[in-house]
Structures are given as structure tokens and as C-alpha cells.
């Protein structure tokens, strides 16, 4: 047997491309599983501390840091994913897409902290509860209310981006019915021109074998 064949012989007796896929797809699963359940025992008793700390246990401080997270991390997520959509037609759109559902993604993490905290039934969960109740009361409701404005602030944003692309398209077209205008202008007075000029020819003007 030559050296090609047994290559060929210990490729065939590999393990099968869908098995590999399969076996890696098992094992992103339980790495997200185990992250989710570590993360989810940690995750809210830290973060409400973290805004337990900025809210001093004012409500007023409470709503307004609430505001604050709900808008900024729903409005700008929501900005930069439908940029990453925009761009999907670009030459090199990947690379581009990529970076930014990262940064979306990072600049929700906030909000997603804090629903971790109201939707969440472990003991941090629950932990992370009491301790917004009692040193940053306000913040878990005017996050709600902020996420609203968020997605009502990139909804505007949409309709004005929709209004100032379509007067730019508009605007061209008009732009192109003047100048198809200008140039039909043109033709007619140049073709005015020709005929008062032959109009004001001599009979015989021009004629080539006309006697003198």
C-alpha cells in the first residue's frame, strides 16, 4: 500500500465531521449552562450592591440612576444593532457587525443585571431584591419606565433617519428633474434659434449653384 493510500485510510477512519460539530455544540451548551448558574448566584446580590452604592438609599437617587440605565443601555443596544443591520450590504460588513453586537451587547448588560434581579427566584436573586428595596428604592421601577423611553428614543431615532434619508432621495430627483429640464430648455431655444435664423435667410442665400 502506498503512503497515499494509507493517508486516505487513516483520513476515512477519522471521526466524522457531524460528530465533531455535534460534540463541540455539547460542550458550548454546558459551558453556558454552568456560566448561567454561577453568574446567576452571584450576578444580583453584586449588582444591587453595586447600585445600592450610587442610590445611597435615596429614592431620588434611585429613580434617577434607574432612568439613566434604562435609556442609555435600551436606546444605544438597539442603535448599534440596527446599524449592524445597515451595514450587512458593505464590502466588508463582518468585520464591522462583529465588534458591534459586542458592544451592544456589553452596553445592555446593566439592564440584563438588573432583570436578572426582578425575574430571577434564587436566593440572590431575592437577595439582590431586598437590598434595592431598602438602599436604592425607585430603581427597579424607573429602570422599566427608562427602558420605555429607550425604545421610544429609537423609535424616533428610526423615523428620523427614515425622514432624512427620504428627503435626500427627494432632494436627487429633484435635483435630476431640473437639470433633464435645463437640458430640454436648451434644446428648445437652440432649435428657436435655427428656424428664426433659416427664417431670416435670402431666397437664394446659400444655395450652391445659385446665378449671381
Same mark, same amino acid.
Given at each position: 500500500?502506498?503512503?497515499?493510500?494509507?493517508?486516505? =485510510?487513516?483520513?476515512?477512519?477519522?471521526?466524522?465531521?457531524?460528530?465533531?460539530?455535534?460534540?463541540?455544540?455539547?460542550?458550548?451548551?454546558?459551558?453556558?449552562?454552568?456560566?448561567?448558574?454561577?453568574?446567576?448566584?452571584?450576578?444580583?446580590?453584586?449588582?444591587?450592591?453595586?447600585?445600592? @452604592? *450610587?442610590? =445611597?438609599?435615596?429614592?431620588? /437617587? @434611585?429613580?434617577?440612576?434607574?432612568?439613566?440605565?434604562?435609556?442609555?443601555?435600551?436606546?444605544?443596544?438597539?442603535?448599534?444593532?440596527?446599524?449592524?443591520?445597515?451595514?450587512?450590504?458593505?464590502?466588508?460588513?463582518?468585520?464591522?457587525?462583529?465588534?458591534?453586537?459586542?458592544?451592544?451587547? *456589553?452596553?445592555?448588560?446593566?439592564?440584563?443585571?438588573?432583570?436578572?434581579?426582578?425575574?430571577?427566584?434564587?436566593?440572590?436573586?431575592?437577595? @439582590? =431584591? /431586598?437590598?434595592?428595596?431598602?438602599?436604592?428604592?425607585?430603581?427597579?421601577?424607573?429602570?422599566?419606565?427608562?427602558?420605555?423611553?429607550?425604545? *421610544?428614543?429609537?423609535?424616533?431615532? *428610526?423615523?428620523?433617519?427614515?425622514?432624512?434619508?427620504? /428627503?435626500?432621495?427627494?432632494?436627487? /430627483?429633484?435635483?435630476? =428633474?431640473?437639470?433633464?429640464?435645463?437640458?430640454?430648455?436648451?434644446?428648445? +431655444? +437652440? &432649435?428657436?434659434?435655427?428656424? &428664426?435664423?433659416?427664417?431670416?435667410?435670402?431666397?437664394?442665400?446659400?444655395?450652391?449653384?445659385?446665378?449671381?
Amino acid at each position: 500500500m502506498s503512503d497515499a493510500e494509507m493517508q486516505r =485510510e487513516t483520513t476515512r477512519t477519522g471521526m466524522p465531521p457531524l460528530a465533531k460539530r455535534a460534540i463541540g455544540a455539547v460542550v458550548a451548551v454546558l459551558v453556558v449552562v454552568i456560566a448561567y448558574f454561577v453568574l446567576a448566584a452571584f450576578v444580583p446580590r453584586w449588582w444591587a450592591q453595586r447600585i445600592a @452604592g *450610587l442610590a =445611597e438609599g435615596g429614592i431620588s /437617587r @434611585g429613580i434617577l440612576w434607574g432612568l439613566v440605565f434604562g435609556v442609555l443601555c435600551t436606546a444605544v443596544p438597539l442603535v448599534l444593532l440596527a446599524w449592524t443591520w445597515q451595514v450587512r450590504g458593505w464590502r466588508f460588513h463582518r468585520g464591522l457587525q462583529v465588534p458591534l453586537s459586542i458592544i451592544a451587547l *456589553l452596553v445592555a448588560v446593566p439592564n440584563l443585571m438588573t432583570l436578572s434581579i426582578v425575574l430571577g427566584n434564587g436566593n440572590a436573586a431575592h437577595a @439582590g =431584591e /431586598r437590598i434595592l428595596d431598602v438602599d436604592a428604592p425607585g430603581f427597579r421601577g424607573a429602570s422599566l419606565v427608562g427602558a420605555i423611553i429607550g425604545v *421610544l428614543v429609537f423609535v424616533l431615532f *428610526l423615523v428620523g433617519v427614515a425622514r432624512y434619508r427620504k /428627503r435626500g432621495r427627494d432632494l436627487r /430627483r429633484a435635483r435630476g =428633474e431640473l437639470e433633464r429640464q435645463r437640458i430640454e430648455d436648451e434644446r428648445i +431655444e +437652440e &432649435e428657436r434659434i435655427e428656424r &428664426e435664423r433659416l427664417e431670416h435667410r435670402g431666397p437664394g442665400e446659400g444655395s450652391p449653384g445659385a446665378p449671381i
